[in-house]
């Protein structure tokens, strides 16, 4: 059933601008398919991000270094088939915007007039502030991702909280506002020490949105399957868990194993019936045969 009122406030770059104003949070969940977009948005969540953490939580890859433009298209389709309320965004993937401006407009542009996106996101700061322009100029609004950003994995080394030193923090902050005198609206974030966060939180017009980066960013996304107890990679330290959904699906299918296996399912009232005139023809005919 659908739980959403016909009069839906929709939820634009403008509408998120304006919370950093009204100092009201924002929340944002990455989700990757019709069922969970359509939950997502009926419990008003402001942005739904099609990540490229799609490529671990749900294809299955060791990092979101592999994951194409393709695939996440084809993801971006589905979540804008549930979606009204919330702002759609979707995650350019590693490479898809790496090699020149003509081709992370190109990816960026394949986002919003096939997949239906209402904006992008991409990694990197002072580095792809010429990008970020370039879009914006395109009239793509833009999300820039900062910190411990993932496609950048082998250059980090590892997946390493950033911005601990005076001098990385001095960068990070740098990289911000490089960003948002790029023309991004919204910057993620990830894997920072929260006073950092805090810093280019009240250092930037533009709202922050924090990944492991503590309470003071102007909103907050997680990955929805963490959120929901259902992911397989071990937690990280700042997820919450509101579910435990893996336990949850693990009791129902256990369940409907041993119910088959001892023949309770399907039970009478689940199973369809002939109608009574057809039962007393099949009787007659059986009893005629016989
Ligand atoms: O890909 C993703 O899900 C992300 C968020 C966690 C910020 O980039």
């Not at 695939?71 to 995650?91: F, G, M, N, P, T």
């Not at 910057?187 to 020490?193: A, F, N, Q, S, T």
Request: glycine letters at 8%; proline letters at 4%.
């Amino acid at each position: 059933m659908d739980q959403r009122s016909p009069a839906v406030s929709k939820v634009t770059v403008p509408v998120i601008l304006e919370r950093k104003l009204r100092g009201e949070k924002i929340t944002c969940l990455a989700a990757y398919d019709y069922s969970f977009g359509r939950l997502v948005d009926e419990a008003d969540i402001d942005m739904i991000l099609v990540g490229d953490s799609l490529a671990q939580v749900v294809l299955g890859y060791d990092s979101t270094v592999p994951v194409t433009v393709e695939e996440i298209l084809h993801h971006v389709k589905a979540v804008r088939r549930a979606v009204r309320r919330s702002l759609l965004i979707a995650d350019l993937p590693y490479g898809a915007y790496h090699v020149d401006d003509e081709q992370a407009l190109a990816s960026a542009i394949r986002f919003l007039k096939e997949g239906g996106a209402e904006a992008v996101k991409l990694e990197g700061g002072r580095v792809r502030a010429q990008r970020v322009r370039k879009l914006v100029q395109a009239e793509i609004p833009v999300v820039g991702h900062i910190g411990l950003t993932p496609q950048s994995v082998h250059a980090l080394g590892g997946y390493r909280v950033q911005g601990r030193t005076l001098d990385s923090a001095t960068e990070l902050l740098a990289d911000a506002e490089a960003l948002e005198e790029a023309g991004a609206f919204a910057i993620v974030l990830e894997g920072i020490p929260r006073e950092l966060a805090a810093l280019i939180t009240r250092r930037l017009r533009i709202p922050t949105i924090g990944i492991g980066a503590g309470p003071e960013c102007d909103g907050q996304v997680l990955v929805l399957h963490d959120l929901l107890g259902l992911s397989f990679q071990p937690a990280a330290k700042f997820v919450r868990h509101y579910a435990n959904l893996r336990e949850t699906i693990h009791g129902a299918l256990t369940r409907f194993r041993a119910d088959v296996a001892q023949g309770s399912y399907p039970a009478d009232h689940e199973s369809y019936h002939w109608p009574p005139e057809v039962c007393r023809q099949f009787e007659k005919e059986t009893t005629r045969s016989t």
